[in-house]
């Protein structure tokens, strides 16, 4: 038989590297070549699993963006056109948000003017004030020569006066006084004057003891009361 036959060199190899080791340990170096090998084969298995890893990745169709996100870490999203909220018909001037308005409110202004009502049928004194806004003495203090102060002296067809405010109604009388008058109503002149409904001038109304009045005048005595008669 040959010598260098398949079944005779695997027998003589692991005879070989047997005394080969047995040679190491005498000398001293088996447990150096020990770590040595335990080292390197801990750098191969490490190779390895890396290798592994990358080959799975590339694998991966969203390979890219995993890679890129641990080396760059997170990033805002991108915003998308749908993703846009639609704009509001509301437009901020300095903070302060403003609706387009399409018709202008226009406040009311109180009334200055006296004006004419006539009383229809189921009209009361106080149902009148109340339509107005103002006291029901203030109906009566406003038509003393119609209604005598009397609620019940009310009628269908009347025409009444409507102050524009409370207090009472007065005509003017000669020799009259505006000190008295207003001592009278509990008010003082100068409201009777300053009242635009009165159309009286503080520069040309004189002396108040005798005032530049016109018999006759009616003045709206504001906030003014008096005892019924």
Same mark, same amino acid.
């Given at each position: #038989?040959?010598?260098?036959?398949?079944?005779?060199?695997?027998?003589?190899?692991?005879?070989?590297?047997?005394?080969?080791?047995?040679?190491?340990?005498?000398?001293?170096?088996?447990? +150096? #070549?020990?770590?040595?090998?335990?080292?390197?084969?801990?750098?191969?298995?490490?190779?390895?699993?890396?290798?592994?890893?990358?080959?799975?990745?590339?694998? +991966?169709?969203?390979?890219?963006?995993?890679?890129?996100?641990?080396?760059?870490?997170?990033?805002?999203?991108?915003?998308?056109?749908?993703?846009?909220?639609?704009?509001?018909?509301?437009?901020?001037?300095?903070?302060?948000?403003?609706?387009?308005?399409?018709?202008?409110?226009?406040? +009311?202004?109180?009334?200055?003017?006296?004006?004419?009502?006539?009383?229809?049928?189921?009209?009361?004194?106080?149902?009148?004030?109340?339509?107005?806004?103002?006291?029901?003495?203030?109906?009566?203090?406003?038509?003393?020569?119609?209604?005598?102060?009397?609620?019940?002296?009310?009628?269908?067809?009347?025409?009444?006066?409507?102050?524009?405010?409370?207090?009472?109604?007065?005509?003017?009388?000669?020799?009259?006084?505006?000190?008295?008058?207003?001592?009278?109503?509990?008010?003082?002149?100068?409201?009777?004057?300053?009242?635009?409904?009165?159309?009286?001038? #503080?520069?040309?109304?004189?002396?108040?003891?005798?005032?530049?009045?016109?018999?006759?005048?009616?003045?709206?005595?504001?906030?003014?009361?008096?005892?019924?008669?």
């Amino acid at each position: #038989m040959d010598n260098n036959s398949p079944s005779k060199q695997d027998n003589e190899a692991p005879g070989f590297f047997s005394r080969l080791l047995n040679t190491l340990i005498g000398i001293g170096l088996g447990e +150096s #070549m020990l770590r040595a090998g335990t080292t390197v084969l801990s750098i191969v298995l490490l190779g390895a699993v890396i290798w592994l890893l990358r080959l799975f990745y590339a694998q +991966s169709p969203n390979a890219g963006n995993t890679v890129n996100a641990l080396q760059t870490g997170p990033t805002a999203p991108v915003a998308r056109i749908e993703d846009v909220p639609p704009q509001s018909e509301e437009i901020a001037f300095g903070g302060i948000p403003r609706l387009a308005q399409v018709h202008t409110t226009i406040p +009311s202004r109180p009334r200055q003017d006296v004006t004419k009502y006539t009383v229809v049928e189921g009209d009361t004194i106080f149902g009148i004030a109340e339509k107005f806004g103002l006291k029901p003495e203030t109906v009566l203090w406003g038509n003393y020569y119609i209604l005598l102060d009397d609620p019940h002296a009310l009628k269908p067809g009347q025409e009444l006066n409507i102050l524009p405010l409370d207090g009472t109604y007065h005509e003017w009388q000669q020799s009259e006084g505006l000190n008295g008058i207003s001592t009278y109503y509990g008010v003082t002149p100068e409201e009777i004057i300053n009242f635009p409904a009165n159309n009286l001038d #503080m520069a040309t109304i004189g002396d108040f003891a005798n005032p530049n009045i016109a018999p006759g005048t009616w003045l709206v005595v504001p906030g003014g009361r008096r005892e019924f008669i």
